[in-house]
C-alpha cells in the first residue's frame, strides 16, 4: 500500500467547499472521481483544510492510499489531463504511511483578500468593503491576535470540535495601493474562524463596534454582539506546513479541527 | 445636448465581448440598458474599442450623448448600482462635444498574459501555453514589429475595413516568474490583431515556424502559414490615450477601425 501526498491548487468559486456535500460540487469530489477513474480505486482522500464554498487554494494537502503502481509523476499529469479547470495538481509524491495531511500539519497559513475600489476583474477573488477603513485599528487589532487564545467567538457554529484554542503564530494586515491583505498563521483554525476575525476587524475599523470590545471577543470570549463573517471568495489558503524529514516523527494526534 | 465620457473596467470572462450581438450578453449592451434604466433615454454608446469575447478592459473608454441632467458623479453611483458584477464605471465626465471614443483616440494599449504552468486561480485572465518556449526568441520577434506595418496578415476575416496599415508605437515581452506578458501600443488595432501577433510568435518560440517566416509575414504580408489566434481570456485593453486639454483640438478624422 502506498500513501501518496498531493499538493492542489482550486479557485473555490464554483465549488460547496473541500468537502463532499450531498448537493453540489466539491473539490474532493472531484479529485475522488478523477483517482478513481485512473486507479480504477474508491479512495478516502484527506484533505488538510475543510475549506469552506467559494474559499480558495493556492496549497491544498491532501492524502491517500492506493494499491496502484503508476509513477507519481504520471498520476500528476492523468489527474490534471482529466480535472475541471479549476482544480490543478502542483505535485504528487510518495510519503511515508505515518504521514496524515491533516494531523500531521504543524502550522497553516491563510491570507484575506480585500479592496476599497470595487473590482470587475478578479472580482471572485477579493471582498470589496465599500466602507472607510482605518488601517490603523486594522493593525491595532492584528497586534492583539497572536498567542494562544479561544478564538469560539470568531467562529462559525455546526462544527462538533470541544476545544477552541488556538496558537496563532502570526497575523498582520499588509497595504498594497487599493488592496490590503491579511495573512495569519496558527497551529489549528476553527470553522469560518478566519472569516470571523477579518470580519470583526472591519467592523473596528469602520468604527461599529470599539477596539476594546473586539479585546474582549478575544481574551473574554464576549459574544454580546453579532460577528460578521467576511464573504468566501477573499480567503486563500496559502500553506500547509509539515516537519521536514530531517526533524522528528511527524506528529500523529487527532486535533479534530474544522477550517475556516 | 451633454457628451459623457466613461471609463469602464469589464471581465470579459462571459460576455460575447463589447458590441451589441443577436445572440448572448456584451458589455455595450448592459451599459445601454443601465443608462436607459437611469435617464430614460436609448442612448448611442460609443466604446473606443469592440474588444472580442472573453477580452477584459482595466480602461475601455465609451461616450455618449445625453439630455439628463444628472451629475456625472452621481451617474457613475447610479451606473455601478444596477450593472452587472463584471462591469464596472471608474470615472464619468463631461467632454466637449467634439470628443468621440474611438475617433478621437491617439493611441491604445493592449497587454497580453501568458501563464506556462498551468493555474486555476485566475485561469480566465491567462492563457496557459503548454509548450516550450524561447523566451529570447519572443523578443526578436517583438523588435520587429514596431512601426508602420500592414498587419493583415495577423488580423481575423470580417471586418470591412480597408486600410490595414498601424503604426505600433511599442511592442515587448516581459518575464515574471512563470508569466510572460506581450505589451504593445499602437494608433490603431485591426479586429484579431494583438491575438495573431501573440500566436504567432508563440509558434516561432516553441519552434513551429521560423523567425524568418515571422518576418515575410510582417514585412511582405507573407500568408502561406495558417496563423494561430491565442484566446481571448489572456488579453486586456489597457489604456486608450487621447489629446489632453492643453493640446491641440481632438482630432475627429473617422479611422474605421475594429478592433482585437
Known amino acids: ?14 465549488f460547496v467547499g473541500w468537502q463532499i456535500q450531498p448537493n453540489g460540487r466539491s473539490v474532493q469530489g472531484e479529485i475522488k472521481k478523477a483517482i478513481k477513474e485512473i486507479t480504477g480505486e474508491d479512495v478516502n482522500l484527506i484533505g488538510a483544510s475543510r475549506t469552506d464554498a467559494g474559499v480558495h487554494a493556492r496549497s491544498q494537502v491532501a492524502n491517500f492510499k492506493t494499491n496502484s503502481k503508476i509513477p507519481t509523476e504520471n498520476l500528476k499529469k492523468a489527474l490534471n489531463s482529466i480535472l475541471p479547470d479549476d482544480i490543478t495538481i502542483i ?24 479592496t476599497t475600489k470595487k473590482v470587475a476583474i478578479g472580482r471572485n477573488y477579493i471582498w470589496f468593503v465599500k466602507y472607510k477603513i482605518d488601517f490603523e485599528k486594522l493593525q491595532e487589532c492584528a497586534k492583539l491576535i497572536p498567542g494562544k487564545h479561544d478564538f469560539e467567538v470568531f467562529a462559525k457554529k455546526g462544527s462538533n470540535v470541544k476545544n477552541f484554542v488556538c496558537d496563532v503564530k502570526e497575523a498582520r494586515w499588509e497595504r498594497e495601493d487599493d488592496k490590503i491583505i491579511f495573512k495569519i498563521t496558527a497551529d489549528r483554525f476553527l470553522y469560518g474562524m478566519v472569516r470571523g476575525l477579518v470580519g470583526a476587524m472591519i467592523d473596528v475599523a469602520r468604527g461599529r463596534i470599539e477596539i476594546e470590545t473586539f479585546k474582549k471577543m478575544l481574551f473574554e470570549k464576549f459574544n454580546q454582539i453579532k460577528i460578521m463573517h467576511a464573504p468566501g471568495c477573499g480567503l486563500f489558503l496559502e500553506e500547509v506546513k509539515y516537519a521536514t524529514s530531517t526533524q522528528k516523527e511527524l506528529s500523529s494526534t487527532p486535533q479534530n479541527v474544522i477550517d475556516p
Not at 2 to 14: A, P, Q
Not at 91 to 114: C, G, M, N, W
Open 91 to 114: 505535485s504528487a509524491e510518495d510519503v511515508p504511511q505515518s504521514f496524515h495531511s491533516r494531523y500531521s500539519a504543524l502550522e497553516k497559513t491563510y491570507k484575506y483578500f480585500i
Open 1 to 14: 500500500m502506498r500513501n501518496i501526498k498531493l499538493v492542489i491548487e482550486y479557485d473555490g468559486t464554483n
